[in-house]
T-cell receptor, first 112, second 114 residues
Framework: GQQVMQIPQYQHVQEGEDFTTYCNSS?????IQWYKQRPGGHPVFLIQ?????EVKKQKRLTFQFGEAKKNSSLHITATQTTDVGTYFC????????????FGIGTKLQVIP | KAGVTQTPRYLIKTRGQQVTLSCSPI?????VSWYQQTPGQGLQFLFE???????NKGNFPGRFSGRQFSNSRSEMNVSTLELGDSALYLC?????????????FGQGTRLTVV
């Protein structure tokens, strides 16, 4: 079945440092979504990427979708304490009703 | 507009019992998906319903079942509870098939099996 691998599982950074999490799928994806879950909260949608090679930015966050549509990354520039949380990618294969597969998530801790 | 509502928020059950969790999606959303979240396992897909039909099912035993009503509200049931079923159960609703558009998650139901 489809697998979505996400690394790293944990990341501690000093406030102001950059952070990147990566997702790799075993199959070509129709699209990929990114979610953020704050401690004690529920996942909140950040963005969806659909096109091969797509790059989208949200302030300090940069999202990329690979050319082969099998990998994606989320990069945060100059982390802040408000960035703390777990970041999940979620991919869906193309064709019919395909289920969404979530990566295991990357838990980001920002040290002030 | 109101968000996704899950009830109850917390549950404590004994091994062998059964439990029913409820999810009310955002008004107008026809797709509801359920996930089990445990530390170290991330979000495991349980099932997806769209317009009262189960569209997809994850790799969970038959003790886990669900349904969706005509008003798009969904329930999931777990029978013969095991200790390993202790988890946060999240439902998510979206306007189209899950994964096609933004999914909105509820606060979750924290199930503890003792």
């Amino acid at each position: 079945g489809q697998q979505v691998m996400q690394i790293p599982q944990y990341q501690h950074v000093q406030e102001g440092e950059d952070f990147t999490t990566y997702c790799n799928s075993s199959t070509t994806l129709s699209n990929i979504q990114w979610y953020k879950q704050r401690p004690g909260g529920h996942p909140v949608f950040l963005i969806q990427l659909v096109k091969s090679g797509e790059v989208k930015k949200q302030k300090r966050l940069t999202f990329q979708f690979g050319e082969a549509k099998k990998n994606s990354s989320l990069h945060i520039t100059a982390t802040q304490t408000t960035d703390v949380g777990t970041y999940f990618c979620a991919g869906r294969r193309s064709g019919g009703y395909q289920k969404v597969t979530f990566g295991i998530g990357t838990k980001l801790q920002v040290i002030p | 507009k109101a968000g996704v509502t899950q009830t109850p928020r917390y549950l404590i059950k004994t091994r062998g019992q059964q439990v029913t969790l409820s999810c009310s999606p955002i008004s107008g959303h026809r797709s509801v998906s359920w996930y089990q979240q445990t530390p170290g396992q991330g979000l495991q897909f349980l099932f997806e319903y769209f317009s009262e039909t189960q569209r997809n099912k994850g790799n969970f035993p038959g003790r886990f079942s669900g349904r969706q009503f005509s008003n798009s509200r969904s329930e999931m049931n777990v029978s013969t509870l095991e200790l390993g079923d202790s988890a946060l159960y999240l439902c998510a609703s979206s306007s189209t098939q899950t994964g096609g558009t933004e999914a909105f998650f509820g606060q979750g139901t924290r199930l503890t099996v003792v």
